[in-house]
């Protein structure tokens, strides 16, 4: 599955360089080029956007304030002219900051981030009718120096550890740099439910349940008061605990 990319810039010759670039990574879809951030915010509504090339300085406003305007937005490499905008770029979470002009070597450093060093990349194997197979969906993470396959059935649940967050599967821990929010915007939502602010579980492993608490795979954890309501539902509880 090719990964779709939004252009944002206001600039129409930077927008025909990176649409060059782009042109020459096989796994790259161009969807949408916009010259400011409401197109861009149309578009994001409209359409799958994985990847967003967006340039900082335009018209109506700027790429940074955009993007602390989006409650889950996509993978961003910021590309501009202006360095003093990187250390706020990076607080942002953007995968790479690209300083124009960008040489192709440059742009493909940043898609190679992209695709191998985000903590949060769910990949998912298709069959041959070209449906997702559940039963073989992963997610890539680096542990360690090394990128490790974690096959979402092996899941039985995820703790945020401040930066970091620790992927419990079967008789295992593993320890990544990543939110626990970002995990869980990468994560199935029929497969997978926020419990707590430091939990995320796998609806499949849950084997009890209280009003206050849940048992996963022989780990009781707690469930948080503003998550109890959303628990319940998922778990089409109706009656009183």
Known sequence: MKTKCLIVDDEPLAIQLIESHAAKIENLEIVAKCSNAMEA???IREKR?????????????????????????????????Y????????????????LKPISFERFLKAVNKYYHFKPDDLSLNHNSNGEPNVDSSFIDVRENKKVLRIYLREISFIEGLNEYIGIHTDGKRIVTKCSLTKIENNLPSDRFIRIHKSFIVAIARIHS???TSLEVDNKELPIGRSYKNLVMKTLNYTGDV
């Open 209 to 211: 349940f209280s009003a």
């Open 49 to 81: 956007i994985d990847l967003i090339f967006m340039d900082i300085q335009m018209p109506q406003i700027t790429g940074i304030d955009f993007l602390k305007t989006l409650k889950n937005p996509p993978k961003v490499i910021i590309t501009t002219a």
């Open 83 to 98: 360095r003093q905008y990187a250390l706020e770029g990076y607080e942002l979470d953007v995968v790479d900051f690209l």
């Open 41 to 43: 915010f149309n578009v």
